[in-house]
């Protein structure tokens, strides 16, 4: 089954404790981003990556790692949470050249609660 | 750069009756554009997209939308809503050519009652 999984679901976690979240697909994509969704905000992207050892900052990278070591899996890294960063992250996958879709699958999310 | 408006936070509805979520947006460049659902306590699914060709698009579980270039719009409609459609809506879009960034807008919360 195509799919996008993240771990852990759910996390709780006190001020300046280094986590890292992962994130693996198995669709062979290119493409791999990390959002957070924060309620009125909608979704914004953290970093995203274009293939392995490829990445770029999105809108909102401050305070989060990623690293592309191989096509399957884009870690999210906080090295120092703290509690603005108290939110619900998803990751997500897409690759151009199923035709042309340019569809984005999603994770099912990790909610990160910062004390 | 591209931005999303989706004017109504939520959206109270009955069941049964028709329903439409507001999407406009910025652009200086082609876009590509999507509505995602989001159940709750779920992630995103893609409930349609507009690439090009027919602006008139249909998508899963009886939606439709409709590209309007010079309105910048895209809408997302359904004749006759069901108890299941209450989710959030997002609409979003993504610069021609590229898989890298997509935006979204702030969310529809689309809440269906008897």
């Known amino acids: 089954e195509a799919q996008v999984t993240q771990n852990p679901r759910y996390l709780i976690t006190v001020t300046g404790k280094k986590l890292t979240v992962t994130c693996s697909q198995n669709m062979n994509h290119e493409y791999m981003s990390w959002y957070r969704q924060d309620p009125g905000l909608g979704l914004r992207q953290i970093y995203y990556?274009?293939?392995?050892?490829?990445?770029d900052k999105g809108d909102v990278p401050e305070g989060y790692k990623v690293s592309r070591k191989e096509k399957r899996n884009f870690p999210l890294i906080l090295e120092s949470p703290s509690p603005n960063q108290t939110s619900l992250y998803f990751c997500?996958?897409?690759?151009?050249?199923?035709?042309?879709?340019?569809?984005?699958?999603f994770g099912p999310g990790t909610r990160l609660t910062v004390t | 750069a591209q931005s999303v408006t989706q004017l109504d936070s939520q959206v109270p509805v009955f069941e049964e009756a028709p329903v439409e979520l507001r999407c406009n947006y910025s652009?200086?460049?082609?876009?590509?554009l999507f509505w995602y659902v989001q159940y709750p306590n779920q992630g995103l699914q893609l409930l349609l997209k507009y690439l090009s060709g027919s602006t008139l698009v249909k998508g899963i579980n009886g939606f439709e939308a409709e590209f309007n270039k010079s309105q910048t719009s895209f809408h997302l409609r359904k004749p006759s809503v069901h108890i299941s459609d209450t989710a959030e809506y997002f609409c979003?879009?993504?610069?021609?050519?590229?898989?890298?960034?997509?935006?979204f807008g702030t969310g529809t919360r689309l809440q269906v009652t008897l």
């Open positions: 979003a879009v993504l610069r021609t050519g590229t898989a890298s960034k997509l935006t």
């Open positions: 990556s274009m293939n392995v050892e490829v990445t």
């Open positions: 652009s200086s460049v082609s876009v590509y």
């Open positions: 997500a996958s897409s690759s151009p050249r199923e035709g042309g879709s340019y569809e984005q699958y």
